[in-house]
């Protein structure tokens, strides 16, 4: 089972503020963890809202495009763990190591996994599988 570890954006991530060298040690550790467990199949840190932007679908085939920055905090994500096991328990244990500090949010979600769709065809399926399989590539590449 895939899980994805969402890490919520905080006002500090929002105004650009850099992990410090200690939090990056823990945080290096954390994933040599998960690598070491052959659990990890992405991570990364994602820059502040400003350097983003949103598109907004109109149903028609048009958009709009709207720049960041984006005032609700609490709504946007600093980073992500995308992590392959066993159960939700394990999921859950995982997400409990985070080395995060009072006041910091994951939320961990389920990853959609093709076979969860009924009416997914057994081409489908195997067509999904296949474009993974000659996407993968090792975590940092």
């Not at 990364?44 to 005032?71: A, E, I, K, M, N």
């Not at 159960?87 to 995060?100: D, G, N, Q």
């Amino acid at each position: 089972m895939r899980f994805m570890m969402l890490v919520k954006a905080t006002d500090d991530s929002e105004a650009g503020v850099l992990p410090t060298r200690e939090m990056l040690e823990e945080m290096n550790r954390y994933n040599e963890e998960l690598i070491k467990a052959g659990v990890l199949l992405a991570a990364d840190g994602l820059q502040s809202s400003s350097h983003g932007f949103r598109v907004t679908y109109d149903g028609r085939g048009g958009s709009t495009v709207t720049d960041g920055p984006f005032t609700e905090t609490k709504e946007l994500l600093a980073g992500y763990w995308l992590i392959d096991v066993s159960s939700r328990e394990e999921a859950l244990e995982w997400a409990r190591k985070v080395p995060f500090g009072a006041g910091e949010t994951l939320e961990v979600r389920r990853v959609f996994d093709p076979t969860d769709f009924p009416e997914a065809t057994a081409e489908m399926v195997e067509a999904e599988q296949a474009w993974r399989d000659a996407n993968q590539r090792p975590i940092g590449g």
